[in-house]
C-alpha cells in the first residue's frame, strides 16, 4: 500500500491499523472503477466484436477508424451545441431564479424553492417519458393548449432543427433545478459584512451586484458550471427516450452514439476506443475551464 | 494481516456465489412430489399481448408440476442488451432458464452458440412434433443451419390493418370514383397504396385542420421505420440479401421503395410521425384518426377491445399491398447458460401443446401452428385467420444474418435521414447496399 502523509502521521503502532481500516474501500475503488477502466483502455487497443468471438492483436486500429468516422464527427457537433446551450441557459436562469429566491422579503420562499426543486428529484428516463407524451403532435397537452389559443402547433421531435432545441428545453426544464441549489447555497453564505460596507459607500444594486455578488460567486460558479459541463457531455438518456438519435442523425450524441456502438454494434473495441476519447475531452475541457476561471477571479 | 483480510474477503465472494448458484439447481422429484417442485423457472418476455395470454395460463403449468414460473416482461428495446450479458454467461449460471427470440437475433446467437439444440429432447418427447408448424415458422424461428434451436411461439407477420367503416362508406366510394375514374378498391401495389392513403387523409368536421390521415406510419428509429419499410421494399419485389446470405438489393428498387415510403410519411401520415414509435402510431390508429396502418396482423383483436380503442369493430385486415409483407416471429429457446434446461424444456412441452396453443390463439394469440389456424373454434371466433394463415406463408422474413440488429440499426439511420432531408434517397440506399455487403456474415 503506498506510504501517504495520512499513515506516517500516526504512530506506527497504529498504522498497520488505519491500513486494515481502509483496505476495504481501496479494493472497492480498484474493483468497481479502477479494473474496469483499465480493462477498457487494454480492450480500445484490440479488435472485439463480442459476438465474433475472440478479442484479437494489439493495434491503433480502433482510434484510428473513429477518428475518421463521420458519424462521431455529427456526434462531437450535436454534443457541444447542446453541451453549450444547457450550460449558458440553466446558470443564467439558475443564477437568476437563485437571486431572486435569496430575497428574504419573498413570501412562500420555501415553497417555490420547492417546487423549483421537483424536478431534480425525477429520474432522466421519467423526464424524457413525461415530455413524451405532453410533446405528442397530435395527443399531447403542450400542442392542445397552444391551439386553443389559436398558436401554431409545432411537431416537436419530427424535425431535425426543432428536435435538438425541444431536448435543450427538456434539459433545461429538468436540470436547472440542480444550479439553483447549488448557486443558492452559494449566495446564503456570503458575509454580510461585504454588502453593508457597499451599501455605506453609496453603491446602487447593480453595483452590489457587479462588484460584490459575482466576484464572491466566482467560485461557486466554477463548481457548477464543470459539474453540469461534465454532465452535459454525457447526456444520453433524454435522446434516448426523446428521439433515438432522430430524426436522421440531428441528435446523436456522443454518449448515445458509443451506447449504440457497443450494445447494437457489440464493438467493444471501437466504443471502448470512444469513450477513452470522451473521457479525455471532459478532462481536458475542465482543465481548461479551471485555469479560465481562476484568470478572470485575479 | 493485510493479506488475511483479502483471504478472508475472497473466500466470502466465492461462498456467497457458490450459494446463488446452488439456490437455483434442479432437485430430483421425491416420491409423490411434483417433478419440479421448488424449482423456479426464470424466464424473459416481451411486454405483447402475447405474452399476456401465457402469462394469464401460467397457473395450470405451476399446478401440474410444481415449478414457479417467473416472467420478465420488458420493453423490446432493453431486451437484447439485457439478454447478451446473461447468455455469454458460463453453462448453468445464467440468469434466464428461457428466453424468447425475436427472429433477427437468431443467427447472432446460434453463431455465438448460445442456444441450446433441441433435436434430442424433440426425439425424446411424445408432445413435440415440429411438422404440426407452418415452414416459414419454423424456417424462421425454429431451425437454424439444420437443427432445430427453437419452437415457434408466435408470428407478427406484418398486414395491413384498415377502417372498413370509411372503406365501405358510400359516399367516400362516391368522391373516389369521381376522382380517379374507377371503384374504390383495396390496393394491390405500393404506388396504390400510396395514392389511396393521400385521398382518405382529409378534414372531416370542417374546421380546417386534418383529422383522419390516410396511414398512421412510425418513423422512429432504429427497428420502427425500419421494420415498417421493409413492407415496402419487399412489395416492390426488392429484397436485402437472398437466402445464401448475397446481397442482392439494386439501387433502383430500393430507391423507389424509399421514395414511395417517405412520400406516404410526407402526404398521409401525421405530421408528428418521423418521430413515432409503434405507441404512438398505434394511438392515433386507436383514436380513430388514421384510415390505414401497415401494422402486426394481430393487432385486430387488440384494436376490438373497447378498454384500448375508440375503434372497436371498424377494423379489418388484409395482406400489405403487393401481397408480400415482412415476416416476423419470436421462437422459445433455452440458452446454454440455463440453469434448469429440463424444466425449461417442460415448459415449452407445455405452453407449445395444441390445448394451450388453442387457448392462446382463442384469447387473441398469433398462431405458428398450422391445427391451431385451421381449428374449428379458432376460425368461429376469428374467421380473418384464414387470410392471415396465408399471409404468414407468403411473408419474408428479415433475413437471417447474425449482424442483424446491426444491419437494421444501420436501415434505421439512413430512412430517418432521408425523411429528415439530410440525405437524398440515392445516397441512403448506396450506403444501404455498402453496409449490408460490410455486415454480411461472408
Redesign the interface.
Known amino acids: 500500500m503506498v506510504k501517504t502523509p495520512l499513515f506516517k502521521s500516526l504512530p506506527s503502532r497504529d498504522r498497520t491499523a488505519a491500513k486494515k481500516l481502509v483496505a476495504p474501500a481501496v479494493i472497492g475503488i480498484w474493483i468497481v472503477i479502477l479494473f474496469p477502466l483499465l480493462y477498457a483502455l487494454y480492450v480500445s487497443f484490440h479488435d472485439w466484436i463480442l459476438s465474433q468471438g475472440k478479442i484479437g492483436e494489439v493495434n491503433f486500429s480502433n482510434y484510428i477508424t473513429v477518428l475518421k468516422d463521420p458519424l462521431l464527427l455529427n456526434a462531437a457537433k450535436n454534443t457541444i451545441l447542446l453541451t453549450v446551450s444547457v450550460v449558458v441557459l440553466e446558470i443564467a436562469i439558475g443564477f437568476g431564479l437563485a437571486l431572486l429566491l435569496n430575497n428574504k422579503r419573498i413570501r412562500l420562499r420555501n415553497l417555490y424553492l420547492f417546487i423549483l426543486l421537483v424536478p431534480m428529484l425525477m429520474p432522466p428516463i421519467t423526464v424524457g417519458l413525461i415530455w413524451r407524451l405532453l410533446l405528442h403532435p397530435d395527443l399531447g397537452i403542450i400542442n392542445y393548449m397552444l391551439s386553443l389559443v389559436g398558436l401554431p402547433q409545432p411537431i416537436w421531435l419530427a424535425d431535425p432543427v426543432l428536435a435538438m432545441i425541444t431536448i435543450i428545453i427538456v434539459d433545461v426544464w429538468h436540470e436547472t433545478s440542480f444550479i439553483i441549489l447549488v448557486l443558492l447555497a452559494g449566495l446564503t453564505s456570503l458575509p454580510d459584512e461585504m454588502y453593508e460596507a457597499a451599501m455605506i459607500d453609496g453603491a446602487s444594486a447593480w453595483q452590489k451586484f457587479k462588484f460584490v455578488t459575482l466576484p464572491l460567486m466566482a467560485p461557486t460558479i466554477l463548481v457548477a458550471t464543470i459539474i453540469r459541463m461534465i454532465a452535459a457531455l454525457k447526456t444520453y438518456d433524454l435522446v434516448y427516450i426523446l428521439t433515438r438519435g432522430g430524426p436522421g442523425i440531428s441528435t446523436e450524441t456522443i454518449s448515445y452514439y458509443i451506447y449504440k456502438v457497443f450494445f447494437v454494434f457489440l464493438d467493444m473495441g471501437k466504443s471502448s476506443a470512444m469513450a477513452f476519447i470522451l473521457l479525455a475531452i471532459i478532462i481536458l475541457m475542465t482543465l481548461i475551464l479551471m485555469r479560465v476561471m481562476r484568470t478572470a477571479e485575479q | 494481516?493485510?493479506k488475511r483480510?483479502?483471504t478472508i474477503?475472497g473466500l466470502l465472494l466465492i461462498v456467497s456465489m457458490l450459494l446463488t448458484a446452488c439456490a437455483k439447481t434442479e432437485q430430483p422429484a421425491a416420491d409423490g412430489a411434483k417433478e419440479f417442485d421448488g424449482v423456479t423457472i426464470n424466464v424473459m418476455m416481451e411486454g405483447v399481448p402475447d405474452t399476456e395470454y401465457v402469462q394469464a395460463l401460467l397457473d395450470k403449468f405451476e399446478e401440474e408440476t410444481g415449478a414457479t414460473v417467473n416472467i420478465e416482461v420488458l420493453n423490446y428495446a432493453l431486451m437484447?442488451?439485457k439478454l447478451?450479458p446473461q447468455l455469454?454467461a458460463a453453462k448453468g449460471t445464467g440468469s434466464y432458464d428461457l428466453i424468447v427470440v425475436d427472429n433477427y437475433w437468431v443467427a447472432?446467437f446460434n453463431?455465438?452458440g448460445w442456444l441450446m439444440a433441441l433435436d434430442e429432447k424433440i426425439a425424446a418427447s411424445d408432445k413435440v412434433n415440429t411438422d404440426v408448424y407452418l415452414p416459414s415458422m419454423m424456417e424462421m424461428v425454429g431451425k437454424y443451419e439444420g437443427k432445430i434451436y427453437m419452437l415457434p411461439f408466435y408470428n407478427y407477420a406484418m398486414a395491413l390493418v384498415y377502417r372498413d367503416d370509411i372503406f365501405s362508406d358510400p359516399a367516400i366510394q362516391a368522391e373516389y370514383k369521381a376522382r380517379f375514374g374507377k371503384d374504390l378498391a383495396l390496393p394491390t401495389t405500393i404506388p396504390e397504396y400510396v395514392e389511396l392513403a393521400e385521398f382518405m387523409t382529409r378534414d372531416t368536421n370542417g374546421d380546417g385542420e386534418v383529422d383522419v390521415f390516410g396511414a398512421s406510419m412510425q418513423?422512429?428509429?432504429?427497428d420502427p421505420t425500419a421494420m415498417e419499410f421493409l413492407n415496402y421494399l419487399y412489395s416492390m419485389g426488392g429484397q436485402l440479401y437472398d437466402t445464401d446470405g448475397n446481397v442482392v438489393l439494386t439501387q433502383d428498387v430500393g430507391v423507389q421503395a424509399l421514395n414511395y415510403y417517405v412520400q406516404n410519411m410526407k402526404t398521409a401520415a401525421?405530421?408528428?410521425?418521423?418521430?413515432?414509435g409503434f405507441d404512438?402510431a398505434f394511438?392515433?390508429v386507436a383514436?380513430g384518426?388514421a384510415f390505414s396502418y401497415i401494422t402486426y396482423n394481430w393487432m385486430v383483436p387488440v384494436l376490438d377491445n373497447p378498454e384500448q380503442s375508440q375503434v372497436v369493430g371498424k377494423m379489418k385486415v388484409t395482406a400489405v399491398p403487393g401481397g408480400v409483407g415482412l415476416l416476423g416471429g419470436w421462437g422459445w429457446a433455452i440458452p446454454n447458460s440455463s440453469a434448469n434446461p429440463n424444466a425449461a424444456w417442460a415448459f415449452i412441452e407445455w405452453v407449445e401443446s395444441f390445448e394451450i396453443a388453442k387457448e392462446r390463439a382463442l384469447m387473441g394469440g398469433a398462431p405458428t401452428r398450422t391445427d391451431v389456424f385451421r381449428d374449428a373454434d379458432v376460425l368461429a371466433k376469428y374467421p380473418h385467420y384464414k387470410d392471415v394463415e396465408k399471409i404468414v406463408g407468403d411473408s419474408i422474413m428479415f433475413p437471417m444474418q447474425?449482424?442483424a440488429?446491426?444491419i437494421v440499426?444501420v436501415l434505421g439511420?439512413v430512412i430517418?435521414?432521408?425523411?429528415?432531408?439530410?440525405?437524398t434517397a440515392d445516397a441512403a440506399i448506396q450506403e444501404l447496399i455498402a453496409e449490408s455487403n460490410n455486415l454480411a456474415d461472408k
Open positions: 494481516m493485510t483480510v483479502i474477503f437484447h442488451e447478451v455469454t447472432e453463431r455465438a418513423g422512429l428509429r432504429p401525421p405530421p408528428g410521425a418521423p418521430s413515432y404512438e394511438a392515433t383514436q384518426k447474425s449482424r440488429p446491426q440499426e439511420r430517418s435521414e432521408t425523411i429528415a432531408g439530410s440525405m
